[in-house]
């Protein structure tokens, strides 16, 4: 897998991610089943794995996943070691990973 340096989420319009924020939200009767519905989409359409950097080193994305506290984390592998990354800060590689205007919109609803 080829190494990529992190930038900075793409520019999406706020029209765009308020239609996303829309889609994952609607019909969610409370804050935990909108973060499931952004959790479905983001898992349904990010494409992994992909590799970025987390304090300086490479890691790849080999997943998303939800904790009982309802955040939703992106599943990274080091060497050896798993460590959940919270998707909020999760550095975003150049080039961004099909399906990111997910994660984009989901920052956006969190206010992030």
């Known amino acids: 897998m080829k190494e990529v340096k992190p930038k900075k989420a793409a520019k999406f319009t706020a029209k765009c991610l308020d239609k ?11 804050e935990s089943e909108q973060v499931s519905g ?3 989409l983001i898992e349904d359409n990010l494409v992994v794995p992909f590799t970025t950097r987390v304090l300086g080193q490479v890691v790849t994305v080999t997943g998303i996943d939800i904790t009982e506290n309802d955040q939703i984390v992106a599943v990274c592998i080091f060497g050896n070691t798993v460590q959940a990354i919270p998707v909020l800060d999760l550095p975003m590689p150049a080039p961004l990973p ?6 984009t919109a989901y920052r956006r609803w969190c206010g992030s």
């Open 98 to 103: 099909e399906g990111v205007e997910w994660i």
């Open 20 to 30: 996303l924020i829309e889609a994952a939200t609607t019909d969610a009767y409370n």
């Open 38 to 40: 952004f959790f479905t």
